[in-house]
């Protein structure tokens, strides 16, 4: 059995902080609630614990880990496997559509359906390095994965 290879989430700086504000602004309305004396300040505070809760559990952990069959996608409560052998290539992408990724420098896993998406492993190329030695239909080539019959 080989030993599985786990990658961290790149994580940019303002996309974090982006992520942040809301929950901030509600808490700091919440507090101003609450020293103002508004009744019924309790029980925003448990919506917002909730809340708070459930969002930190669609995002943390995040990481992505090559198991013996397949891609492993980790976010939060929610687990992705790909296998490798639907993936179809592996190219750079900057997409803003909604993905396992809190970073803007992203690989774009093409399976050519529904498995497709987007992930930021912080070290592409030895993300990139390991998944092409479990997906062995892809060849690593201008940073990037595709099929070997492509070349």
């Not at 993936?87 to 399976?111: E, F, G, H, Q």
């Given at each position: 059995?080989?030993?599985?290879?786990?990658?961290?989430?790149?994580?940019?700086?303002?996309?974090?902080?982006?992520?942040?504000?809301?929950?901030?602004?509600?808490?700091?309305?919440?507090?101003?609630?609450?020293?103002?004396?508004?009744?019924?300040a309790w029980l925003s505070w448990l919506v917002v614990l909730i809340v708070g809760l459930i969002y930190a559990g669609?995002?943390?952990?995040?990481?992505?880990?090559?198991?013996?069959?397949?891609?492993?996608?980790?976010?939060?409560?929610?687990?992705?496997?790909?296998?490798?052998?639907?993936?179809?290539?592996?190219?750079?992408?900057?997409?803003?559509?909604?993905?396992?990724?809190?970073?803007?420098?992203?690989?774009?896993?093409?399976?050519?359906?529904?498995?497709?998406?987007?992930?930021?492993?912080?070290?592409?190329?030895?993300?990139?390095?390991?998944?092409?030695?479990?997906?062995?239909?892809?060849?690593?080539?201008?940073?990037?994965?595709?099929?070997?019959?492509?070349?």
């Amino acid at each position: 059995m080989n030993k599985k290879k786990r990658f961290k989430t790149k994580i940019d700086w303002w996309l974090a902080i982006l992520l942040c504000v809301s929950p901030l602004i509600s808490l700091l309305t919440l507090l101003g609630f609450y020293l103002l004396g508004i009744s019924y300040a309790w029980l925003s505070w448990l919506v917002v614990l909730i809340v708070g809760l459930i969002y930190a559990g669609l995002i943390f952990p995040l990481y992505y880990e090559l198991e013996d069959k397949s891609l492993l996608i980790r976010s939060g409560r929610i687990r992705s496997r790909i296998p490798y052998q639907r993936i179809k290539k592996v190219i750079p992408n900057r997409s803003t559509s909604s993905s396992p990724a809190l970073s803007l420098d992203r690989l774009y896993i093409d399976t050519g359906d529904d498995l497709a998406v987007s992930i930021s492993p912080t070290n592409k190329i030895r993300f990139l390095q390991a998944l092409e030695e479990k997906a062995n239909h892809l060849v690593l080539s201008d940073n990037q994965l595709v099929p070997k019959n492509e070349l």
